[in-house]
């Protein structure tokens, strides 16, 4: 069975070796028909500590390596946040 990959931002960095992943999903309402966000927090293991706040990643599955911790980082991208317009 392949494991799943999700995509998500680094909310928190504080932990050692450890990151939050906020994963974001849509889907359409069953009742009301309108396009609906949740969103679930992910602890997953960052072996080098190289993922920051606001960055975009991408987590796998894997074995526990924790009580929480059931993701390890495969790659961690660009920040999603953007730089302040200059006036």
Not at 54 to 67: A, D, L, M, N, Y
């Amino acid at each position: 069975m392949p494991k799943r990959v999700l995509q998500g931002v680094v909310v928190s960095d504080k932990g050692e070796k450890t990151i939050v992943v906020k994963v974001e999903r849509r889907f359409t309402h069953p009742v009301m028909k309108k396009t609906v966000r949740r969103s679930k927090n992910y602890h997953a293991h960052d072996e080098t500590n190289v993922a920051k706040v606001g960055q975009t990643v991408s987590i796998e599955e894997c074995r526990p390596f924790s009580k929480t911790k059931t993701w390890k980082l495969v790659e961690a991208g660009a920040a999603t946040e953007a730089a302040p317009a200059e006036a």
